[in-house]
């Protein structure tokens, strides 16, 4: 017969409060006013770094505050030092080389060739505590699975 409903008379895959956090996020994350991503806890070692970097700069460092996954899923991207391995649909998990270093990245796009004719893309990735957007070509880039170690530092 009919499929049975949740409390909000959706049906359970239906409802952004009722369905469960896709696989890598968490139910209830942590977001600030002036914040850009939402973060696995407020002891995120970035969103901490953040805030101090805030109040260096005479800014206003807002409190974090807990909210539903779904109150923030399609509004902010997850931090990347707190969830490196989720990939939102249209991204790819991927190891971006930074000065001789490998990091866990999300390549959130491709944006074509540059004039040596390397594929670049759009790539987002934590080092030493800062969250970085970068455009990275090619040459830098690795695909990753989630769990996956390093590469080792020999590689391309």
């Given at each position: 017969?009919?499929?049975?409903?949740?409390?909000?008379?959706?049906?359970?895959r239906q409802c952004?409060?009722?369905?469960?956090?896709?696989?890598?996020?968490?139910?209830?994350?942590?977001?600030?006013?002036?914040?850009?991503?939402?973060?696995?806890?407020?002891?995120?070692?970035?969103?901490?770094?953040?805030?101090?970097?805030?109040?260096?700069?005479?800014?206003?460092?807002?409190?974090?505050?807990?909210?539903?996954?779904?109150?923030?899923?399609?509004?902010?991207?997850?931090?990347?030092?707190?969830?490196?391995?989720?990939?939102?649909?249209?991204?790819?998990?991927?190891?971006?080389?930074?000065?001789?270093?490998?990091?866990?990245?999300?390549?959130?796009?491709?944006?074509?060739?540059?004039?040596?004719?390397?594929?670049?893309?759009?790539?987002?990735?934590?080092?030493?505590?800062?969250?970085?957007?970068?455009?990275?070509?090619?040459?830098?880039?690795?695909?990753?699975?989630?769990?996956?170690?390093?590469?080792?530092?020999?590689?391309?």
């Open positions: 017969m009919g499929e049975s409903r949740c409390v909000h008379d959706l049906l359970p952004g409060l009722c369905r469960p956090a896709p696989s890598g996020l968490a139910e209830r994350v942590t977001v600030t006013p002036g914040g850009t991503v939402f973060h696995g806890t407020a002891r995120c070692e970035a969103l901490v770094e953040r805030q101090r970097k805030a109040l260096r700069l005479g800014l206003e460092a807002h409190d974090p505050r807990v909210v539903p996954l779904a109150q923030v899923l399609h509004d902010r991207p997850p931090c990347v030092h707190c969830f490196p391995d989720y990939a939102p649909e249209g991204t790819r998990l991927c190891w971006i080389r930074r000065d001789g270093v490998w990091y866990k990245g999300l390549l959130k796009r491709w944006s074509g060739r540059d004039a040596a004719n390397l594929w670049e893309a759009d790539v987002a990735y934590v080092a030493d505590l800062a969250l970085l957007d970068v455009v990275a070509d090619q040459r830098s880039l690795l695909p990753r699975e989630p769990g996956q170690e390093a590469p080792p530092l020999s590689t391309r």
